[in-house]
Structures are given as C-alpha cells and as structure tokens.
C-alpha cells in the first residue's frame, strides 16, 4: 500500500488593510492588494495522506473542544477542489485523507478557513513531493477560493499584492500572491480579539465578497487603499503603531460602510460591537493606545503594542457584550509540522 | 409702556431624507434637499415680547420637567443674532423677552433646535406685525442656523428645496425653503422614538455639517440623493410604506457612512441602537413592517403605519439598551397659538 503523508500547521491572520470584494471568482483574485499580521495562538493543524487504496476523498474536520466529524457538503466540496488542483500539479488520480483540527473557537469571527486552506495546501504539496516556493504556495493557497489564505503562507506581517498592470486574468493570476514586509520579532504587536456573540449569523464569503460591488461606496473605498496600503507598510517598516492604527481603522470602518450600504446591506455590528469601539476610542483619548478592526462578523480585533495587551484584554472583559477575549502575538507563516514522509509500503 | 407679543407652537420633525453638510454656513444653505414629517407629540412653545422698557434680550428656556433657566453662552448667542434678524426686517431696535419651553425631553435625541428656532421665528414675527408668508417664513427659520428648523413650518410631510439653480448665494437664499408634500391627514404614518441613551456626549451640529464634507464619501452620497427625494416624494403621495421606509432607510445608513469616514469620524450609535437596527431589520422579516431612521445621535426612530405603533412600542421597550419610547404621528406645521396682542400701553 502506497501512502504520502504531510502535516501542516498554519496561522489565521488579522488583515490591517481588508481584502473585500472578489474580481474573479475562479481564480480568487481580488480587487485591491491587503496587508495582514498572523496571528500565533489561533492555529490550524492538517495531515493530507494521498493513499492508492482510496475510493473517494475522506476530510475529517475537528472544531475546538468538539468531536472529529466528516465534513460533507459545501465544506468538503472546497476541500476536494482544492486536493483537484494538488493532483493536477502533481499528475496524480490518488485520493486523500485529510484530517485537519483547529486549535481556537470555530466561533471566535476568527476566520478559520484561511489557515484551513493554507494548512491543506502546505501539506497537500508536501505530501505530493511538489517543490514550490513560498510564492508559487501562496498563489496555489489564493486560488482555494480563500483568497487571504495565500496571506497565511508567509511570515510576520505580510502583504497580498495587487498586480500594477491592467486587468489581465493571466498575469494576475501569476501576480497576485504574499509576501512578508517584516518577520514576527521585527515589531511586537498583540491582537486582543474580544468575542461579542458566539452564534452569530453567518454570511458566506463568497456572498459578501459578491455583494460589495454594489455599493455606491465601493469605488470610493477603492480610490483610498493605494494611500492606506502604503501607510501600513510604513507603518510597519518603522514601527509607528499611530500611523498604523489609524489607516487600519480607518480600513475598517470603510468596509463595513461598503456592507452598511451593499444591496441588500448586511450590518456585522451588534451592540458589543459598539461597545467595544467606543470604549477604546475613549482608551486612546485617555493615553492607552489601542485600534480596532473588525471582519465580517461582530467580534472585535483589538491591536496594541504586546506591552498593553494584559491591560487591554482585561478592559475589553468588562464591557457589556464581551463572553471572552483570545490574544495573539504575531505569528510564523505555513510550516511543516513534520518530515515529509518517504513511500511507505 | 409699549409691548408687542405672540406665542407660536412649533413641531420637531424628523427626516427621511437627512440634511447633512452646509454649504455656506451664513445662510445656511445645504448640498442637498431633504424631506420630513413633523412629530405630533413633540412641540416647543416659544412667546416672544418685544417690550420697550428691556434693555437687553432676556431669553428663558423650561426643558421637560425641568425648572427655567436663563440661557446664557452660545445658546442665548444663536436667539440674540436671530432677534437681530427679526429686528432688522422690522426696522426696530426693541429688545425682547423670550420665553420658551419643549413638552418633550431634550436628551430623546429628538432635536429641539429645529422646534426652537421655528416658534421663535413664527413668534417673533407675529410681535412684529410683519406680514410673511409661508414660504418667507420659513426661508427667515432656515437662516436661524439650525437650517432644518424651516422644515417644521409647512404642515404635515415636508420637502426642503435644493435650488436647481447653478451655485449663487442669492438666488439659493430666496429659493431654499420648504414646503408641504401632504397633509397629516393624508398618512397615517408613527415615529416610535426609541431612546437608547440620555447621557451621550454631544457633538455641535456646526461642527457636524462641518465634518461632512471631509469624508471621501460625502460626494457619492450627494450623488445618490436626488433619486432617494424622488423615491420617498412618490412613496408619500402613493402612500406606499415599502417605498418610503427603503429609501429613507438607507439615506439614515449613508448619513452615518459618511459620519463614520469623516475626518475626525464620529460614531453617533451605541450597542442599543445596534440592538434596534437588528431587531427592526428582523421584525420586517418576519411580517411587522416598520423601518428605522437615525439622526446625529444614538436613540433610533423607527417608523411604522400607525396601525402598528403599539406593537413597535411595546417591543422596542424589551430590547437591551432601551429606556423608553415616545410615539409621534405626523403634526401639523408652526401656528401662533393666540392671536397676537395689539399694542398695549
């Protein structure tokens, strides 16, 4: 019996600039670049076991705190997809064993699938004795239809370009991947992640990034990122968590007006939510100096210096609305958890 | 001892299409129209005498339940400068006592000024003995500063014109006033007006119509507005609720888009206003149709067919955050409660 076996861990990341709204759905490719922090507590761990004696692929999925289970529908269609595009890389026909658990709250607005996708493809290429490069990973992880999974692949703080060229799906295709702007010890931040409400509704991915477009807003949204973008980056280069704070929020706020005003509109904020953005507003004004930023759901990413984070995570647990808060320092990219496995017989 | 005196009564309105931005400050004069309905419940009883003996404007102001005060500072400055107008049309120099007072709490987030400046014109002109029409009147409220006061003149459901005109601070002056779209009697529509805080922090609205402009969003929400007039005009003179709480929903949503981005953002919700929005968005769902509006502060008005006004109540009364609603059908304009005395000696 032949079996190639890897296993992956990978990072969620927090994005300080958001990738909202997709350009093409196929290949993932979105319409202004992003710029992200991993985050090292909230970790997806995968095994991809390609083994001749299968009949169909087997994607056994683990929640935190909750039983094994077999995914089946809509989450095992995007897994065996993306295993579609590992055999086709590799020329092989052989089914998967995918076994893959999360190390954090699946209901946390942490954004599970982007460590999910980046943890499969390290794993899955490594299984199939690929040799990629961190580049041609973080393309291969983009086009899982998780577009900011291709952001879990690298290092630290990382950014997902948008190719400067016109719109030509080819070449984007090629050019539209991440890479670090800085390793995690260059800088050391903590995202507090307050949780507000563990059942919240859900909005699919796909839907939102849909929707976006038809806000009035979008263009406008658009036309500020290159200026933001390029705030962040300097931000990170030198270490000014003020100019940082100040175009990620401002980032924020902008896309959940685009939601606010998205036909139909989908408000992601509910009274934690706001309660969480007023009192650190009312922190910073007071000398402590923290930002928000929040993705498509109502739990809250509170950044500050790692040096305030005990002092912020404690604030947060007691405002109204807020059940628990998870803190992560900046995290390592994708990594192989362990050898590759040579052919077993 | 000479006297000349009138009292005029005077409604709050509340907007479906919001004014937000001034475009010159001395005239007030808006980027864009707007359109109301006046609130039955909520009425400011202003008397104004004109005495020849004063030797200076005395200006007292009775707030809900509270006892009169003085007005000093920049609340007495705003009526002086609007005596001086009145004074000015009138060819006197006769100081006036002014005594006004608001049957509805002045922290519901219901804004009294534009109720205030409405009686005090209607009053003051009256005591005058000018002889303004309608229209006069209201272009004289507009210029208080608290533009939206020339909303609460015309009876019922009222447009305020944005001339058509090419930009010129003369022609806007005489062409910027409102005017009734419908009678009360015409719709029986509510506001249901949920007050979710009575200690927020206030920001000036000089400052907010300031504010407006610097938002990269100002100019895509002037864009959108001219088709929500025309939407929310049809919707009242085709009585068609779905129509108007659409267009007036989202005209509320854009106004905070825009506060949220402005340069600094202000964030007027709070978790109880978040808690609304969720809960009326729900209701709708499930068959209670009522729609939300919400001005420069947290408290939410929502907006039903009075047939529906209690039920709306009652479950506004039992959402987190909610301390207390006042219903408001849709009021009659500014009147002069007695007829103006004669001279008396």
């Not at 650190?280 to 498509?296: K, N």
Request: glycine residues 6%.
């Amino acid at each position: 019996m032949k079996q190639k076996r890897a296993t992956a861990i990978a990072p969620a990341n927090i994005a300080f600039i958001k990738y909202w709204g997709v350009r093409d759905t196929t290949r993932t490719l979105p319409y202004n670049g992003s710029i992200s922090m991993n985050l090292d507590a909230c970790l997806t761990t995968t095994t991809v076991t390609f083994d001749e004696n299968l009949t169909r692929d087997e994607i056994t999925l683990t929640f935190y705190q909750q039983a094994p289970h077999l995914a089946t529908g809509v989450a095992r269609e995007r897994v065996v997809v993306h295993l579609e595009r590992l055999r086709a890389l590799a020329g092989t026909d052989c089914y998967a064993k995918v076994i893959s658990s999360n190390n954090f709250p699946s209901d946390a607005g942490i954004a599970s699938s982007a460590a999910g996708f980046a943890a499969l493809t390290r794993a899955g290429v490594a299984a199939l004795g690929l040799e990629l490069d961190e580049r041609q990973l973080s393309l291969l992880a983009r086009r899982s239809g998780s577009g900011s999974a291709c952001r879990s692949i690298p290092s630290g703080y990382v950014e997902w370009y948008l190719p400067s060229t016109e719109f030509d799906l080819v070449q984007w295709d090629q050019a539209s991947y991440a890479k670090s702007i800085a390793q995690p010890e260059h800088w050391d931040l903590t995202d507090v992640v307050a949780v507000v409400d563990t059942n919240a509704k859900k909005i699919g991915s796909a839907e939102n990034h849909r929707l976006a477009t038809s806000s009035p807003y979008f263009a406008t949204r658009l036309a500020e990122i290159p200026d933001r973008l390029a705030a962040v980056r300097e931000a990170i280069v030198q270490r000014d968590f003020t100019k940082l704070g100040q175009a990620m929020e401002a980032d924020a706020v902008s896309m959940h007006a685009v939601c606010m005003t998205s036909h139909p509109p989908s408000f992601y904020w509910n009274g934690g939510t706001m309660n969480i953005i007023h009192a650190v507003r009312s922190w910073r004004s007071e000398g402590l100096e923290a930002y928000f930023t929040i993705d498509a759901g109502p739990n809250v990413h509170v950044i500050c210096e790692t040096a305030d984070s005990e002092v912020v995570a404690q604030q947060l647990r007691q405002l109204p609305g807020v059940e628990f808060t998870i803190a992560n320092m900046v995290g390592k990219g994708t990594r192989l958890e362990e050898p590759t496995t040579p052919d077993v017989e």
